[in-house]
């Protein structure tokens, strides 16, 4: 049984870089997809972007480049890096599990807030 | 970047049943089944309810179903429960220029 669990820096100032790790716990990278998920407060649920261990990458065009994703297989991690952040990208980041064939994330970490503020 | 299309809110009484829709474009719904739904509490985890349109994980209660027409996923919640009040998400697969999209989100209120 796949768990995730998450955590990342504390508050980040305007201009730098965001930087957030899951940990994978059970089953199989192999399986799955990883995927980034945020929900700025009051608002509805963000993508952010999807990886595989097999060079599947791709990030949403909203975010203009400013995303790079990375898996470290032996420490069983995926983080995430979010550069030349803004008060517009505070929110509550979500690492989740794609299962692959279906483009579903089933399994989630439980969430990370992060607040961007000088 | 496509965004699905939700209604912002939907509300009924306990015991009835409602149908949330999710309209999206050729890149995504009208394409491809790979449409999933998540339910979430506001504070917690979101929930995977319903994937590739119309299937539902071990444990979600049978009162959840989806379906897909054309470029129109819904989610019906039948026998509406106080628990069922959250916010739904349609989420699909989608070609073009972004990978994936998620739907602004459908609050259900129960009266």
Redesign the interface.
Known sequence: QVQLNQWGAGPVKPSETLSLTCGFYGGSFSGHYL?W?RQPPGK????I??FSQGGIT?????LEGRVTMSLDTSKRQFSLKLTSVTAADTAVY?CATV?LN?????V????TTVTVSS | ?SVLTQPASVSASPGQSITISCAGTNNDLATYN?V?W?Q?HPGE????II??AT?R?SGVSDRFSGSKSGNTASLTISGLQAEDEA?Y?C???ASG?????????TKVTVL
């Open positions: 995927t998920i509805g649920l963000e993508w972007g999807i791709s990030s949403n065009p909203s979500y299962v279906s483009y579903s994330m089933d989630w970490g439980k969430g | 970047q790979f999933s998540y979430h985890v979101p929930k995977l994937y590739e299937e994980p916010d998400y989420f699909s697969y220029n972004s990978f994936a999209v998620f739907g602004g989100g």
